[in-house]
């Protein structure tokens, strides 16, 4: 089993052995530095290294940590931004370009199996998107349109795998599934062969841009050309933070009672939509659904989420078991189109963000594409998805200043319990954000009975974090950082953890002396 940035335990986390990546081998300078273990970072640290750049890939925590972890795994050309939306935002050449990036990321991937020989359950699929209401279907209708217009191979089909009744549905050939966990490990083994280096458990810190990028991290500083960033979003404060939207999707595994498993990916489009595949992992059959997505940080009861999400899959199929349930996090631009590219103002950091719920799809298309920008390449897509397409509102530079390595002191207070009655009806697991002396706590009790209590305020930007009860977790609403319940960091943007308070418990040898 790996680890994941998440109580529950996901599919792939449970059917995957950790990577055992090879020994530090003392270098700390690089052509070019890869932050983030997950498939895009993994995906471009190949890719770069195989195009002749000497590259490095640095991971705080373990490869497939983060959001790879926590996929339901579809490699799709259809995009959550359907192609009408980028058709009426970018025009109709843009939309065609989508879908010929999408379309190359997925033979990249083929690619890679195919010459790695990468045991990861690969599977062609097709995909289904249908209707239910009548407002569904004249959605449908225009989604459809300019999809074709775009290039896909579609077609309206009088059937779909999964037992629902509509109205209308739409059929496109091409698409995919597999084992992400699986594929990750093996491109990181093809790409370490190659001569890649691979810092497990490193964390980024601070980055200084000189004539190269000066990186410090828990091991030590590196240096390079360039640096990427394939962390979801990039850490530290900048200005892309506010042109991002962080989101939380769930999603199940499931045995069903008549392995009436259907074919191929399927795809309502209900608000919040959800989405259904089968996987076979070792001989067994699963059913994979996903959906009931939110902002991060709503302050709502997560675990609700999987409630609604198992209330749908058994109106449909006749479930047995529900082997794992799980959530994850991505992040969607303002505007549906990802960022990849350089940095704005920078001509040395480059970040791949704002996949939506497309990374299986967009990481290969990142990978693609960096390697054409680092390589002189000419690319219609390093204009179409340019972090700098945004403008700069007066004055924000001097705000957003990277401050990844900035470091706060703890607050060290000491509080009575007495003081904190709300301890005494708290359950284990529980978490509560509390006021004492005007001034907030986020209190959660340990299954043994101990206590964390944290400043809830998120170190990023300063916003309120809200207790996630389905994952255990302090989530930031406003960029998306996620926390342990003690505090430590879980997700970015954040490089630091929640500010600790101390809470000094009186043993019974002090109350005798009361």
């Not at 392995?259 to 919040?272: G, I, K, Q, R, W």
């Not at 001034?439 to 101990?450: A, P, Q, S, V, W």
Request: net charge negative.
């Amino acid at each position: 089993m790996i680890d994941r940035d998440g109580k529950k335990t996901s599919l792939w986390q449970a059917t995957a052995e950790p990577y055992a990546s090879k020994p530090d081998s003392g270098d700390r300078g690089f052509d070019v530095i890869v932050v983030g273990g997950g498939i895009t970072g993994i995906s471009t640290a190949y890719l770069l290294q195989k195009a002749g750049f000497r590259c490095a890939l640095v991971e705080a925590e373990s490869i497939c940590y983060g959001t790879t972890g926590g996929t339901t795994a579809h490699l799709n050309t259809i995009m959550d931004t359907p192609y009408n939306e980028i058709e009426q935002k970018f025009g109709k050449q843009s939309a065609a370009l989508v879908h010929k990036c999408a379309s190359d990321a997925l033979d990249l991937i083929r690619a890679n199996i195919f010459l790695h020989e990468i045991d990861c359950d690969f599977a062609e699929q097709e995909a289904f998107l249908f209707a239910v209401k009548e407002k569904e279907e004249k959605q449908l209708e225009s989604i459809y349109n300019a999809t074709v217009d775009a290039g896909v191979y579609a077609r309206f089909t009088d059937r779909i795998p999964i037992p629902v009744p509509y109205r209308k549905a739409m059929n496109v050939k091409g698409q995919a599934s597999f084992h992400p966990v699986k594929y990750v490990h093996g491109l990181a083994f093809a790409f370490e062969q190659a001569g890649g280096c691979i810092f497990e458990h490193c964390r980024l810190l601070e980055t200084t841009e000189k004539e190269e990028v000066e990186i410090s991290t828990t091991m030590g500083t590196f240096h390079s050309k360039y640096l990427i960033y394939a962390t979801h979003t990039p850490p530290g404060v900048h200005f892309l933070h506010t042109r991002l939207i962080p989101y939380r999707c769930y999603a199940m595994a499931v045995k069903l009672l008549d392995a009436s498993y259907p074919e191929h990916l399927c795809y309502d489009m209900m608000d919040p939509y959800h989405y259904y595949r089968t996987q076979m992992i070792n001989g067994d059959e699963y059913l994979i659904a996903g959906g009931e997505d939110h902002k991060t940080g709503d302050d709502i009861q997560t675990s609700t989420c999987f409630l609604k999400l198992e209330a749908e899959v058994n109106r449909i199929f006749r479930v047995s078991e529900i082997h794992y349930r799980w959530s994850s996090q991505f992040y969607e631009s303002v505007d549906g189109l990802p960022y990849i590219g350089f940095m704005p103002g920078s001509d040395k950091v480059m970040v791949a963000t704002g996949f939506g719920g497309n990374g299986m799809t967009y990481s290969s298309v990142a990978a693609l594409l960096f390697k054409d920008i680092l390589l002189n390449n000419p690319n219609p897509a390093t204009e179409l998805f340019s972090p700098s397409r945004l403008k700069l509102l007066a004055g924000f530079s001097r705000f957003v200043k990277h401050n990844a390595g900035a470091v706060k002191e703890l607050v060290q207070k000491m509080l009575p319990t007495p003081a904190l009655e709300v301890l005494a009806d708290m359950a284990p697991g529980e978490a509560r954000v509390v006021k004492f002396e005007d001034k907030k706590l986020g209190i959660y009790k340990h299954e043994d009975g101990n206590i964390s209590a944290v400043e809830p305020s998120c170190t990023h930007m300063g916003c309120d974090v809200h207790w996630n009860d389905a994952e255990e977790s302090w989530d930031c609403p406003c960029h998306g950082a996620r926390y342990k319940p003690s505090g430590e960091v879980l997700n970015g943007p954040s490089t630091q953890g929640l500010n600790e308070v101390n809470i000094a418990v009186e043993t019974e040898k002090n109350k005798s002396t009361h």
